[in-house]
Structure formats: structure tokens, C-alpha cells
């Protein structure tokens, strides 16, 4: 097959950034949290998820760094529900591609799976909260603000959701997950993380913005009161640092790498305008997203460490692709979630030549 010609498009975006990054957090943090909920040898828990963040282990050290000049002990939680296969030694590992170790934030990481149900909701959810984070004097909040790629609401990927489904762990994410058949998966987020922030163990949070670059775009400190009505107006500049596709249609879209580190859908859906709960190809699943019609997939990141979540939005893989999938992590991140579309295999090409090849020659003629 003759390919058509190919021209590259370049495209620009808002680019704020933050000059020095540890300046900021520790500003952030004096700003929103009390003397009193960092007293002397308090322990106190900060959580790092599973996505690729830019900056996050200058940023977890900064937040490490700030709670030892209040005399407090911090340490690290991975908080990432199932992801890592749901193993305390997998969820430390992802932390270890990111530089979130021991040696490089100057924190013991406490990667334990073991939880304790905190009670349950007026909407009937059940609340688990990881036992390392109840033993702990505290607990703060840390990550990424962005939409989420299920659903859509005031408050959606960021700090409640890191409290909720973070640290559940596989208890927590397992119990929210479920809900998407009743009140919903972003209800349930925010039932359970209410519940836990009233308990009083949370002593505030650090959302981080990121752009269309992704660089830090900004770095927010939340107080407990008003948690999340802060953490809704930060979403509305989320949405308008996020980076979208030049075209609103196509007929291929080729993506060079699928990533657990990237999105936890493996993609961004509100990028690519499809959602692992069901989509019809050249149709976006809401307005004013792109319609694709083929999406061929080349690689998967190292550090998704073959967690190939996401490739069942996609219709084409590469071998390559194929070859790096561990079916076992896969699967139970697809099944935790209650999305095992998300897990269906696509068809199989041997590169990525015969890869643009397969959706070009399946997509409309024009």
C-alpha cells in the first residue's frame, strides 16, 4: 500500500509554569495547614499515585522537607487503589520509576495493602481507609487536578479521589468501582472521601496543575475547610490548561504509547473522545470531543510495567505492543474497575508500517 504524504502540524498552548518548585509547595502548605495538626514527632502520611506526574518526587520532597521543619516525621503512602497488581511490592515499584524512593524524597514509603472500613455513607458506601494512613497522626493529600476519564462533575481526577480510591486501595477501589451501576462512580468518590475528610485524619492538600506540556503548571494548597469547593475551582483551570487534538475528525489516529503513567483509561478519553464504558468509532461519547474512527496503538510505556488497561478503546496493535502485555495486571485493573472493555484485545499487526497500513485501509473512503 502507498501511504499518503505526511506533514507535521505544530500546535501551541497556555503555558504557565512554576519557577521554583519547592518555594511554592512550602508556601502552599504554611498557607493552608495549622501549626497544630504538625506537632512534634507527629507521623504523617503523603500520598503519591500511580500516574506519571511531572516533577512529583522534587514536589514530594518539598512537601517531605516542609513537615520536617515543623519537627513532624513524614512518610510516603502509594496510593493507586489496584494498580501494581495490587501488591505492596508492585505499588512501591511504581513509585521507584518516578524517583519516589526512600533516597530520593527523604521519606520511608509505607506501601502496605492492608485497610480498615471507616464506616459507611448516607448514600450506602462503604468506606476503607489504608491501615497505614489510620495509624498515622495525619495525612495529606497529594495530586494532579485534571478531568477524569469515566465522568464528568464539579470535582472529578485529583485530591478526593486520591483520598477515596487512593487510599482504599484494592478494598476502596473495589467498592467504589461497583457503584457505577447505581449512584454512580464520581457520587461514590465523593461520598467516600467526604466521610474520610470529616474524620478528621486529613490536614489538608497540595493539588498540582499540570499544561498541555506537561510542566507544573501551578501548585495549590487546600485547607480542610471547604476542601472541596476549592478543589472544584481548581478543576475549571485544569480544563482550560488542558491540551486537546488539532482536528475535530479523523480517520486514523496513530498514538505512539498507551500508559497506566499516562491516563489512567491508558489514553485521556476526553483527548481521544472515546470511553472505556462503551463507544461507537467516529462518534465522540460526549460534545465537543474528536471523532475517530480508527486508533492504532504502537508501544506500551515502561512504566505501565505491561498494565495495557485502555487498549480495547483502540481497534489496531503492534506485536511489540502485544508482547509487553501482562494479561494478569491487566486484568484485574479492568475488573476492579468494572470496565473490562477496557481489556479487549485489538487486532494484532506486525509494525507500526502495517499498523497505519490496517487503519487507513478500514477507514471511509473519502
Known sequence: MKLPRFFP?????????????????????????????????AQIGITVGSRGIANIAEITRAAVDFFRSRGAEPFIIPSMGSHGGATAEGQAHLLAHYGVTEEGV??????AMETEQQGTTAEGVEVYLAKTAVEADGVLLLNRVKPHTDYKGPIESGLAKICAIGLGKLDGATEYHSRVFDIGLGDAIRSAAGLIVSGGKIVGGLAILENAYHDTADLIGVSVDGFFEQEAEILKTAFSLMGRLPLMEFDVLYCRRLG????????????????????????????????????????ISDESDGNAVGM????????????????????????TANSPAGGRMPIVVEDDRELLEAGIRTSPRR
Open 9 to 41: 502540524v505544530r500546535q501551541s498552548f497556555p503555558r504557565p509554569r512554576v519557577d521554583d518548585i519547592t518555594d511554592r509547595v512550602q508556601a502552599e502548605l504554611e498557607r493552608v495547614i495549622p501549626v497544630e495538626r504538625t506537632p512534634q514527632g
Open 260 to 299: 497506566k503513567n499516562i491516563s489512567g483509561a491508558g489514553m485521556d478519553t476526553n483527548i481521544i473522545g472515546r470511553r472505556v464504558y462503551g463507544y461507537t468509532p467516529g462518534t465522540p461519547w460526549m460534545e465537543g470531543m474528536p471523532a475517530i474512527t480508527r486508533i492504532c496503538l504502537s508501544d
Open 312 to 335: 480495547g478503546l483502540a481497534e489496531y496493535i503492534t506485536r511489540r505492543f502485544r508482547d509487553k502485555i501482562d494479561h494478569a495486571v491487566t486484568n484485574l485493573n479492568c475488573m
Open 106 to 111: 527523604g521519606a520511608p514509603v509505607r506501601a
